[in-house]
């Protein structure tokens, strides 16, 4: 009896391990990788200026949504989500639902500032004023290094009236199982692209050399947007059917290994990009 209730337990266990998690952008993994990339590539007094600002996280007031780095002050604006009320006005920034299937148009998406590529500029520039309260520029840090995030994991940026592909069932190997489109991007595609080896922020980075860095870093924040809109498209949506604004597939669709090895190069080449764009923000407003 005591055997049963245990493999009972570890059964109900690997269930909840297992089920799909609601769609946090890049889930904690991409979220830390690119906070890392960021912090390694800015300049030192900026990597000194954001650690003065972390050591003030009492000042938030969420204890169980910690900021003591900039890896886990990137996955904050997640983290508080499960304080409901508190936070939920937060909830629109992290998205911009931009038709993958007509021109692309921000415009149309970013109501009233409501949309990622808003929110990076907003907090950009209330991280770099300094006559702010010490609060107000933390929780700017924290927004900024997610969103920024955010941005780069191209279903937050792309969307085909399916929230995202929130709405598109697809089938993502033997572990996962029956997911959505938005949930195998978000999480399971992004943690075997970041852990493929050579895995990790620092081998991400160092697979662009200097010159191609600097290039990676250009650019606007609607410029990064219209990138990673083109990239849904054209990888997100793209894999699952040749034509990505062709007639809606039917049933559930596999994403199969060969199509996850396809997708690697890309999703990597997002969160390195995410990391050394969010080090040249922080760079700027804390210059």
């Not at 800015?42 to 007031?61: D, Y």
């Not at 489109?181 to 922020?201: K, M, N, Q, V």
């Not at 809606?248 to 090895?261: F, L, N, S, W």
Request: aromatic share 8%.
């Amino acid at each position: 009896m005591r055997k049963m209730n245990f493999l009972g337990r570890l059964l109900a266990l690997a269930a909840l391990l297992l089920a799909p998690t609601p769609a946090l952008a890049w889930w904690e993994y991409g979220h830390y990788t690119v906070a890392e990339i960021a912090f390694e590539s800015a300049r030192p007094a900026t990597r000194t200026r954001i650690a003065r600002l972390l050591a003030n996280g009492k000042a938030l007031e969420t204890p169980k949504c910690s900021v003591k780095t900039l890896a886990l002050a990137a996955y904050w604006p997640d983290c508080i989500r499960r304080l409901g009320d508190r936070y939920n006005y937060t909830f629109p920034w992290h998205y911009q639902n931009v038709d993958i299937c007509k021109p692309f148009d921000q415009a149309a998406a970013c109501k009233d500032g409501n949309c990622v590529s808003a929110q990076i500029e907003r907090n950009a520039k209330l991280l770099g004023d300094k006559t702010l309260p010490v609060r107000e520029r933390l929780m700017a840090l924290a927004f900024l290094a997610h969103f920024v995030g955010d941005l780069h994991m191209p279903l937050h940026a792309g969307d085909r009236g399916d929230k995202g592909g929130n709405e598109v069932p697809v089938s993502y190997g033997i572990i996962a199982g029956r997911t959505n489109l938005h949930s195998a991007w978000d999480g399971y595609i992004a943690e075997r692209a970041i852990s493929t080896p050579p895995g990790g922020s620092s081998a991400l980075l160092a697979a662009l050399g200097i010159e191609a860095r600097g290039i990676a870093q250009g650019g606007t924040v609607t410029d990064w947007a219209r990138e990673s809109w083109e990239a849904s498209r054209s990888y997100a949506y793209g894999s699952l059917q040749a034509d990505p604004c062709g007639p809606k597939i039917e049933g559930r669709p596999m994403i199969d290994e060969a199509t996850v090895q396809r997708l690697i190069p890309v999703v990597r080449t997002q969160v390195t990009r995410g990391g050394l764009r969010l080090a040249r923000l922080l760079d700027e407003a804390l210059a």
